[in-house]
């Protein structure tokens, strides 16, 4: 398995679980913290995590090297109250990086899951949101 976003919000949980911990937020008696230091110490075979120029592009060699049978999509573009003003980071790294993660799975035949959020909605809905609604541009 190898984990994209393994650092952040969504991708520390998963981390903790897969090695068979309780998440931060998993215990009624947490309390948030700044010190991120226990969440960097994660498992370099899970974690495709790191600095790059374009982050819209998934390391073809990590996929090829590690050829995972799954990808747990997490990487992204979360600055909401950025995103407008930087339209284009936030597209080359939300779409067009999960479009090439997708072409890399495919390349080394593994499986892909990405995650989302309903922040893409504009909330008139009034109701949970499916896959197929469509987004507000």
Not at 17 to 42: C, E, I, M, N
Not at 79 to 105: I, K, Y
């Amino acid at each position: 398995m190898l984990v994209t976003g393994a650092a952040g919000q969504v991708g520390v949980d998963l981390m903790d679980v897969l090695r068979g911990v309780t998440p931060l937020g998993g215990d009624a008696t947490f309390q948030p913290t700044r010190d991120r230091s226990a969440r960097q110490s994660l498992s370099r075979w899970f974690h495709a995590q790191g600095p790059r120029r374009d982050r819209s592009r998934p390391r073809r060699g990590l996929l090829r090297d590690v050829r995972p049978d799954v990808i747990v999509h997490l990487a992204a573009y979360t600055a909401v109250d950025r995103a407008e003003g930087d339209s284009n980071a936030c597209f080359n790294v939300n779409e067009q990086g999960t479009l090439n993660m997708s072409r890399g799975a495919h390349e080394v035949g593994a499986h892909l899951i990405t995650i989302s959020t309903d922040y893409v909605f504009d909330g008139k809905k009034g109701e949970a949101y499916l896959e197929y609604d469509d987004a507000h541009r």
